[in-house]
Structure formats: structure tokens, C-alpha cells
């Protein structure tokens, strides 16, 4: 086997670990908002009891990862993805580590007195969860024209977080018995935010794979120097 098609086919296997953990992240994001929303502690716990998972699957990325760049002196697009995909298995880990948060949540949120609706919240969770899957399905189309949209919707999350907070305080300043189960939302809400930060850094990496830009800061907006040239693997 060439040394070529050997690291095509490891860079294949790399991709096939992160888009298997991407997936189990998205999922346990969906389940820890329907779990609070649903306030089914069952739900919750499933989502908590996924956390080692990730954390396993992030671990298998880096030592494959890293394997690859000391063994293969991989060049171009390929060298791009494996450094990319390091940054993307971190990012995942974290967004698993805040549904978790947010799974933790719940029961604390069922003992509580019932809160009045945040509709805020929810739409909160809707554009931070559409974030994230938009993000992973651009990193495994390569689309980065769908990347580059999405650190648009970071800014409503942000403005919604702030909503958030001021609906909560005023609820917990006329009742003092929800300043429990007030702190308890925003924690949720800081979370979601986060995890909306996180999709708009995937977002970012796929540009960088893609075109070879950081669009990280304004200022940084313009290409990379070429790389060595090389007969890339497609990914």
C-alpha cells in the first residue's frame, strides 16, 4: 500500500470518528432541552450517562490525529482537516459537558415551583441547536458558504441570553421563592449561549479547511499563505 493511500484511508477513518461524535453531541444537546422542557429526569440522566462517551471518542480523535502528523507528514488540505478536526473533537467535548449542565438541571427545575413560560428560553434553545446542526452538517458537506452564515445567529443568542436574565430577575424579585429555579434557568440559558459560541467555531474551522481563511477576527479575514503544494486526499 502506498504511503499515499494509507494516509487517505487513515484521514477517512478520522473523519468517520469526529462525524460519529459530532452526532452523539447534537443528540445530547436536543435531549437536554426536550428533558428540561419536558422535565422528564429520565431523559436527563440519559443524556448525563452519554458524557463518557464523548469524552472517550475526543481522546480516540487526538491520539489518531497526532499519529497521523508525526507519522505521515501529511501537506495541503489534508494537514488542514487533522488540525482541524483536533479543534472540532475539543469543541464537541464542550458542547457535551454544557448539555450535560443543562441535563443536570432538570431535576433541581421538577422540585422547584412551577415557573411562568420563557418564550425567550425556547427560542434561545431552537437558534442555539440550529446553530450546531447547521455547523456539523457544513463540516460534513464541506459547505462553507452554510458556515459562514451561521456566526450571524450568534448575536440573537446573545441578545436573547440578556432577555433572559432580565424576564428572570423580575420573576424572581416578585416571588423570592423562585430564585431558585431562576438562577437555575439562567444557567441554562448561559449554557445554550455557549453552546451557540461553539457552533460558531466549527463554523469558522470549516471555512479555514475549505478556503484556507481565518474568519476568526475581522482582521484576519484574508488568505492564508499557500501551503506546500501536494496531491491532497479528498475528505
Known amino acids: 500500500m502506498s504511503g499515499q493511500r494509507h494516509l487517505h484511508e487513515e484521514v477517512e477513518r478520522l ?7 459530532a452526532g452523539v ?41 497526532i499519529s497521523l502528523l508525526a507519522l505521515q507528514q501529511p501537506m495541503a488540505r489534508d494537514l488542514r482537516f487533522i488540525t482541524m478536526a483536533m479543534k472540532i473533537s475539543n469543541d464537541l467535548e464542550r458542547v457535551g459537558d454544557h448539555a450535560v449542565n443543562i441535563a443536570q438541571t432538570v431535576p433541581f427545575v421538577i ?17 442555539a441547536t440550529g446553530m450546531l446542526a447547521d455547523a456539523l452538517d457544513a463540516f460534513v458537506r464541506l459547505d462553507s458558504n452554510v458556515a459562514r452564515e ?5 448575536d440573537r443568542v446573545d441578545e436573547l ?23 437555575d434557568m439562567f444557567l441554562v440559558s448561559r449554557n ?12 469558522e474551522d470549516v471555512v479555514f ?23 491532497p486526499s479528498e475528505v
Open 209 to 231: 479547511l475549505v478556503e484556507g481563511r481565518n474568519i476568526k477576527h475581522a482582521a484576519a479575514a484574508a488568505p492564508l499563505q499557500p501551503l506546500p503544494s501536494a496531491a
Open 161 to 183: 441570553r440578556d432577555n433572559v436574565f432580565r424576564v428572570l430577575l423580575t420573576h424572581m424579585m416578585e416571588d423570592p421563592r423562585r430564585i431558585g429555579a431562576g438562577m
Open 192 to 203: 445554550l449561549e455557549r453552546i451557540a459560541d461553539l457552533a460558531t467555531n466549527i463554523a
Open 111 to 127: 422540585d422547584a415551583p412551577p415557573f411562568p413560560p420563557l418564550p425567550e428560553l425556547d427560542e434561545m434553545s431552537r437558534i
Open 25 to 65: 453531541a447534537e443528540d445530547m444537546v436536543h435531549l437536554s432541552v426536550e428533558a428540561l422542557q419536558t422535565r422528564d429526569a429520565d431523559m436527563a440522566a440519559r443524556v448525563i450517562d452519554r458524557d463518557e462517551a464523548v469524552d472517550a471518542a475526543e481522546m480516540e480523535i487526538d491520539d489518531l490525529a
Open 150 to 154: 451561521i456566526s450571524r445567529c450568534d
Open 15 to 21: 473523519q468517520t470518528r469526529l462525524v460519529g461524535m
